[in-house]
């Protein structure tokens, strides 16, 4: 099997059953495994709700490290639009000209610099560095702010020996409250700033609502886009024929991204919290009880995507949820995309051919499922 392949570990239960419950933390989470009933469960706010106790619609639960909340993603509607409508338009900045630009300067910089190396560390030294700097233009703060970042590590809330480190979580919160307060003190034309002057409902922001946008952004755009960037490269190093293909026709760049973001699928799965007694995909929901929408299983569901498993470039209809769906769909998906675009065209404009030295998968368990996420390891030559 080759490094860069990534199996799909629910095909049987979710062809069978298409449901699986896990225990996590002792609150049990049922997996919704199909297409069709993650994206109805998406859409339903009522019954299957994101503004719960803060934590508890991630999988694993983060009741017990943090008890603030992420906006606009653990609130419901009509609270949650007027969160949106705030936001919404900052985070389309990626689409301008400028923004553009100052990412492709970092990451052609970030390649050049491989290129002069025998051999690089991909995670370490290549995704988590141009993540990092590529928030800075999320954010609108300088870019040396991105040092301090990396030093974090690939997951904020995750280190290596600990899937929920709570004193991680507190690194990371001490600093977005000392850049709030940087920031009320010295308004200036970043995000911390205009979400200060922002008002929902009629009333100021609190500190706190802040903090809740900031942590979201940190947080729900570094694992995954780290894992995006990683298992990318090593898609193209095992398929240089791919490479090529986006070399001579740059026009399917933007298909390859969905095709990619659908069969890496970075973020497994995320929660809702039953409102009241359902039933989902045949199976009984007890109110006040965990589900999730599967979005990696619902990304190779055969009775949507034709061959779910394989990479097609240039794959025509995509209905692919790697962003999620209905009105929680990932806000930072255009930031995302646009480092994809990016590091795509870079790829193709400056590197031959790339080696995979040596590797080691980042394997995800959930319950019975063993699912390959990314890599914790992946050394790689990049030649010209
Ligand atoms: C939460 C989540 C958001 C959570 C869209 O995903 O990402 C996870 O990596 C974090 O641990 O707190 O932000």
């Not at 008002?199 to 995954?224: M, N, P, Y």
């Not at 809702?272 to 929901?285: K, L, S």
Request: hydrophobic letters at 35%; proline letters at 5%; charged letters at 30%.
């Amino acid at each position: 099997m080759k490094k860069s392949t990534f199996p799909d570990p629910f095909q049987k239960t979710r062809e069978q059953i298409g449901h699986h419950t896990i225990d996590d933390q002792n609150d049990p989470v049922t997996m919704l495994l199909r297409l069709k009933d993650v994206r109805r469960t998406a859409h339903n706010w009522q019954t299957f709700q994101s503004g719960a106790a803060p934590g508890r619609i991630v999988v694993p639960s983060e009741v017990h490290i943090r008890d603030t909340r992420q906006i606009p993603f653990e609130t419901d509607p009509p609270l949650h639009t007027e969160y949106r409508k705030l936001v919404e338009e900052w985070f389309r900045r990626p689409l301008n000209e400028e923004y553009e630009a100052a990412l492709t300067r970092q990451i052609e910089a970030a390649v050049e610099e491989v290129l002069q190396k025998d051999k690089t560390e991909v995670i370490r030294d290549f995704a988590l560095p141009l993540q990092s700097r590529a928030l800075t233009l999320l954010l609108n703060v300088p870019e040396t702010e991105a040092e301090t970042w990396i030093g974090w590590g690939t997951h904020v809330f995750r280190s290596e020996d600990n899937p929920l480190d709570g004193s991680k979580a507190t690194a990371l919160y001490d600093y977005i409250d000392r850049e709030i307060e940087r920031a009320a003190a010295k308004p200036s034309d970043d995000l911390y700033s205009l979400l200060l002057a922002s008002e929902v409902q009629g009333k100021k922001l609190t500190k706190e609502e802040v903090k809740g946008v900031i942590i979201l952004t940190f947080a729900g755009g570094r694992d995954t886009v780290i894992n995006a960037v990683t298992n990318s490269v090593a898609y193209f190093a095992e398929h240089p024929d791919s490479l090529q293909l986006l070399r001579e026709q740059p026009e399917i760049t933007p298909r390859a991204i969905e095709e990619l973001v659908r069969y890496f699928s970075p973020l497994t799965h995320m929660g809702r919290i039953v409102t009241e007694d359902t039933h989902v995909c045949e199976h009984a929901a007890k109110a006040d009880t965990r589900v999730s929408l599967c979005w990696a299983s619902a990304n190779r569901d055969a009775a949507v995507f034709e061959n779910p498993n394989e990479v097609v470039l240039d794959r025509k209809v995509n209905p692919h949820v790697a962003f999620g769906f209905s009105h929680h769909n990932c806000l930072g998906a255009t930031h995302a995309r646009q480092v994809l675009k990016v590091l795509l065209t870079t790829l193709a404009k400056k590197v031959g051919y790339m080696e995979i030295l040596d590797h080691k998968d980042n394997i995800e368990q959930w319950g019975k499922f063993d699912r390959k996420v990314g890599f914790d390891k992946l050394e790689m030559r990049f030649n010209k």
